[in-house]
């Protein structure tokens, strides 16, 4: 076994230990929108889901930059992920200087943010489609289609995150498991906003600093959000575990 | 994005308001959202500031007496939906399932020939208003086109309740575009800045965001990156006196004898 296909098995193991009854979805994508980047020799990766007005909302993303390019992607409803979600089907630019005239402001801020080439996969659960997986490059280039399988077999593992189960999920299960999903992530950006006033930080930082909290405390990401909106956690405990 | 199920939605709303020649409420929501669902019937219960839900209004007695029922036993779809934070669907509280999970109201319900009981939160994050309840006489699933209706019912009832506090009352054109579709992260870190500035419920701070947005004729998300950016000071002072938690301030014409209509 190669040392790649070890680490692709480590992190397999890793996601599924993570998929426990009480797991925290946010956690989850959070973290397997790290290993994408690092399993699929890309430079970052943004995970977006679907909500009930067909709207795609940013749930994860490795890198800042990633989450500002996404965010863009969002506000202007242009970009690979939305073609991918719209679609079902993956899409990639290998060159981004070249996609100007089919996403004009999604290509602009992606350039500005350093990232060159893009691959976009969608999240499948049997014949919907409920979600998409970016992945931004810093170089020029195409996935080689061992890497795609993989990067696919990445985007499977989060949707089976998110609704919890393989092929036998109800509609009712898979709607109440997605409204949970992105409900989480609203809670964590109220979060976020409170503390960049209790603690003078700005948002990117507040994020670090709950999820500091929560490893350190071996807490749910979305309990410490609940907590801090609550004012149920004194922002002295949160600043002794804020990094640097 | 889906704007067409929003307006269908909201249309639905507007045209039961039309119906009773008055501005939209929240029992037009509700019932418009049963009128759509072909349901028997549906509720609004709000959080109390003690966490416990108080049912506000429903489409009629029957449906009240659920609610009131999910209320005083403490356990049902409703709660369970408000500290899941997503919606709890239940096909048949005639089952096994029912019978487990909620002991007292499926016991309670048994030969009311009431199936379906279907709990969507009025609620983004840790700003919860509420919960929208419908029930169905027959057992069996929503389609998978009226649960997305639901939940687009529980946004709509949500903006009308966070309204309420402030008095506001927009256009449907402004409703559609402003029901939480475009750049959530920002507006929702802005409520929970806010919430963190006066020390009120993230909730609150929603509402003050919204008030501000239509007085001020701005976008809402333009009105949050100002109050992110630090720009624009709000202050609560303004909300109602009251307190914008106590249920009965949020409609004061409609809370007494909503039961018995219909």
Same mark, same amino acid.
């Given at each position: 076994m190669s040392a790649t296909d070890r680490r692709v098995r480590e992190v397999f193991i890793e996601l599924s230990d993570t998929l426990v009854d009480d797991f925290d979805i946010i956690e989850f994508l959070d973290r397997l929108a790290a290993r994408c980047s690092e399993l699929l020799g890309v430079s970052a990766?943004?995970?977006?889901?679907?909500?009930?007005?067909?709207?795609?909302?940013?749930?994860?993303?490795?890198?800042?930059?990633a989450r500002l390019?996404?965010?863009?992607?969002?506000?202007?409803?242009?970009?690979?992920?939305?073609?991918?979600?719209?679609?079902?089907?993956?899409?990639?630019?290998?060159?981004?200087r070249d996609a100007r005239g089919r996403w004009p402001r999604f290509t602009a801020a992606a350039i500005g943010a350093g990232y060159l080439s893009v691959q976009a996969l969608p999240m499948r659960l049997r014949d919907k489609v409920v979600g998409a997986v970016n992945l931004f490059s810093r170089s020029t280039g195409q996935l080689?289609?061992?890497?795609?399988?993989?990067?696919?077999?990445?985007?499977?593992?989060?949707?089976?995150?998110?609704?919890?189960?393989?092929?036998?999920?109800?509609?009712?299960?898979?709607?109440?498991?997605?409204?949970?999903?992105?409900?989480?992530?609203?809670?964590?950006?109220?979060?976020?906003?409170?503390?960049?006033?209790?603690?003078?930080?700005?948002?990117d930082e507040a994020f670090v600093v709950l999820r500091h909290y929560a490893r350190a405390n071996s807490r749910r990401l979305t309990d410490v959000a609940d907590d801090v909106v609550q004012g149920r956690l004194t922002m002295s405990a949160l600043r002794s575990v804020t990094p640097g | 994005m889906d704007h067409?199920?929003?307006?269908?939605v909201w249309g639905a709303i507007r045209a039961v308001a039309n119906g009773d020649d008055s501005s939209l409420s929240l029992l037009h929501a509700v019932t418009a959202c049963a009128q759509v669902l072909s349901a028997a019937g549906a509720g609004l219960a709000l959080t109390s500031s003690g966490g416990m839900l108080e049912p506000l209004l429903a489409t009629d007695a029957e449906i009240g007496e659920l609610d009131?029922?999910?209320?005083?036993?403490?356990?049902?779809?409703?709660?369970? &939906?408000?500290? /899941?934070?997503?919606? !709890? #669907?239940?096909?048949?509280?005639?089952?096994?399932?029912?019978? +487990?999970?909620w002991p007292s109201f499926s016991a309670a319900v048994?030969?009311?020939?009431?199936?379906?009981?279907?709990?969507?939160?009025?609620? &983004?994050?840790? /700003?919860?208003?509420? !919960? #929208?309840?419908?029930?169905?006489?027959?057992?069996?699933?929503? +389609?998978?086109?009226?649960?997305?209706?639901?939940l687009v019912f529980a946004d709509a009832v949500f903006v009308l309740a966070l309204d309420q506090r402030h008095g506001v009352s927009a256009d449907l054109d402004e409703m559609i575009?402003?029901?939480?579709?475009?750049?959530?992260?920002?507006?929702?870190q802005a409520a929970g800045r806010l919430a963190a500035q006066e020390g009120v419920s993230v909730a609150d701070a929603l509402a003050l965001l919204r008030a501000h947005a239509y007085s001020s004729g701005q976008p809402l998300h333009r009105v949050a990156a100002d109050v992110m950016s630090g720009s624009l000071k709000l202050e609560s002072g303004s909300s109602p006196p009251g307190g914008p938690t106590d249920p009965k301030e949020l409609d004061p014409d409609h809370a007494e004898n909503e039961q018995e209509e219909d």
């Open positions: 990766c943004g995970i977006l889901l679907a909500d009930h007005h067909g709207v795609l909302n940013l749930v994860a993303a490795s890198t800042e930059q390019v996404e965010l863009t992607q969002l506000q202007n409803s242009e970009g690979p992920c939305l073609d991918a979600f719209s679609t079902g089907h993956p899409v990639q630019h290998p060159d981004l080689d289609a061992d890497t795609i399988t993989l990067g696919q077999a990445l985007a499977d593992a989060a949707t089976i995150g998110i609704v919890h189960q393989r092929a036998m999920a109800r509609q009712e299960v898979v709607t109440e498991q997605l409204q949970t999903a992105l409900n989480s992530r609203v809670l964590i950006e109220q979060a976020k906003g409170f503390l960049t006033h209790s603690l003078s930080i700005d948002v | 067409e199920r929003s307006a269908r009131e029922l999910q209320s005083s036993l403490g356990e049902g779809p409703s709660g369970d &939906a408000i500290s /899941a934070g997503a919606p !709890v #669907l239940e096909t048949d509280l005639a089952g096994l399932n029912a019978g +487990r999970r048994a030969g009311r020939g009431m199936h379906g009981a279907f709990a969507f939160p009025v609620a &983004a994050g840790a /700003a919860k208003v509420g !919960v #929208l309840s419908v029930y169905r006489r027959q057992a069996g699933p929503l +389609r998978a086109e009226q649960l997305q209706d639901a575009e402003a029901a939480f579709t475009a750049r959530r992260a920002e507006v929702h």
